[in-house]
Antibody, heavy 116, light 107 residues
Framework: QVQLKESGPGLVQPSETLSLTCTVS????????VSWVRQPSGKGPEWMGR???????AYNSALKSRLSISRDTSKNQVFLKMNSLQTDDTGTYYC??????????WGQGTLVTVSS | DIQMTQSPSFLSASVGDRVTLSCKAS??????LAWYQQKLGEAPKLLIY???SLQTGIPSRFSGSGSGTDFTLTISSLQPEDVATYFC?????????FGAGTKLELK
């Protein structure tokens, strides 16, 4: 059974760095790509970046200067780090499994609030 | 980036109604359009991919059509459990982009 679960701090101070972990089960990170997608409350989702199955990465150009995605295949985990957070970075952050169709499976999401 | 415009933003319909949601791309995306359903407090769920292919386990009352720039999601007979927000996604051109959504409510 394919499962993804996001974890991380619910509250981040402005200008600080966000660190999130996506722990997967039911598939191998060397066979499937994993994306990070975020969604402000009441708005449409936004693709942030992707860890390809071969270890390569791709980023949304709007976030590329602040974003880093990495993985630990031995722990079945994909990591997101984004710096210089502002209030408009508040929202729910999801990791997804990508197939020939992107975002085929989603984690439950984790709410991140940027506030002092 | 390709802009995805969904209409209407809100839709109110009755159980049993045929419901049609629209998604327009700012440029040609061929068939690379997917539809997602998001119920309140849940993650989005894939319904339709490649414009008209039904994801495994999705009821047959959902169908998709279109190509190029104009796409449609149709629910043939609305059920109470279909109350949700529906998003379209294009994955023809990098970066993948979503529409803002159509919120579907019961009348």
């Amino acid at each position: 059974q394919v499962q993804l679960k996001e974890s991380g701090p619910g509250l981040v101070q402005p200008s600080e760095t966000l660190s999130l972990t996506c722990t997967v089960s039911g598939f191998s990170l060397t066979s499937y790509s994993v994306s990070w997608v975020r969604q402000p409350s009441g708005k449409g989702p936004e693709w942030m970046g992707r860890m390809w199955y071969d270890g390569d990465t791709a980023y949304n150009s709007a976030l590329k200067s602040r974003l880093s995605i990495s993985r630990d295949t031995s722990k079945n985990q994909v990591f997101l780090k984004m710096n210089s957070l502002q209030t408009d970075d508040t929202g729910t952050y999801y990791c997804t499994r990508d197939e020939s169709i992107p975002f085929a499976y989603w984690g439950q999401g984790t709410l991140v609030t940027v506030s002092s | 980036d390709i802009q995805m415009t969904q209409s209407p933003s809100f839709l109110s319909a009755s159980v049993g109604d045929r419901v049609t949601l629209s998604c327009k791309a700012s440029q040609n995306i061929n068939k690379y359009l997917a539809w997602y359903q998001q119920k309140l407090g849940e993650a989005p769920k894939l319904l339709i991919y490649n414009a008209n292919s039904l994801q495994t386990g999705i009821p047959s009352r959902f169908s998709g059509s279109g190509s190029g720039t104009d796409f449609t999601l149709t629910i043939s007979s609305l059920q109470p459990e279909d109350v949700a927000t529906y998003f379209c996604l294009q994955h023809n051109s990098w970066p993948d982009t979503f529409g803002a959504g159509t919120k579907l409510e019961l009348k």
